[in-house]
């Protein structure tokens, strides 16, 4: 069974950097999609970017790209979301998804079929 636990969540003022962690456990191949996504309240989760542990491949959200940036740590088995220039619209729980095999993007939440329990971002203006 894949676990997974993310960190790093808090408190920041707008234009300040978060890093946020994910430790996977329990994979059984090299090849799995791991993303984060985030829900706000009263709103739907949303992808904000995703990355093969295969090939490296990775997808952004627009409202993201130029600000945030994932990477894999594959022998720590472990994806990081560095964020940087946050603003207060960025402000949700975000959770770490994954699945088995080849990576589906960020419209395909229903394909990650494995979730952290989330941490909190909260940004103030």
């Known amino acids: 069974e894949v676990q997974l636990v993310e960190s790093g969540g808090g408190f920041v003022q707008a234009g300040g950097s978060l890093r946020l962690s994910c430790a996977a456990s329990?994979?059984?191949?090299?090849?799995?999609?791991i993303g984060w996504f985030r829900q706000a309240p009263g709103k739907e989760r949303e992808g904000v970017a995703c990355?093969?542990?295969?090939?490296?491949?990775?997808y952004y959200a627009d409202s993201v790209q130029g600000r945030f940036a994932i990477s894999s740590d594959n022998a720590k088995n472990t994806v990081y979301l560095q964020m940087n220039s946050l603003k207060p619209e960025d402000t949700a729980v975000y959770y770490c998804?994954?699945?088995?095999?080849?990576?589906w993007g960020l419209g395909y939440v229903w394909r990650y079929n494995n979730w952290g329990q989330g941490t909190q971002v909260t940004v103030s203006s």
């Open positions: 998804g994954a699945h088995q095999g080849p990576l």
């Open positions: 329990g994979l059984t191949s090299d090849e799995y999609g």
């Open positions: 990355i093969s542990t295969r090939n490296g491949k990775t």
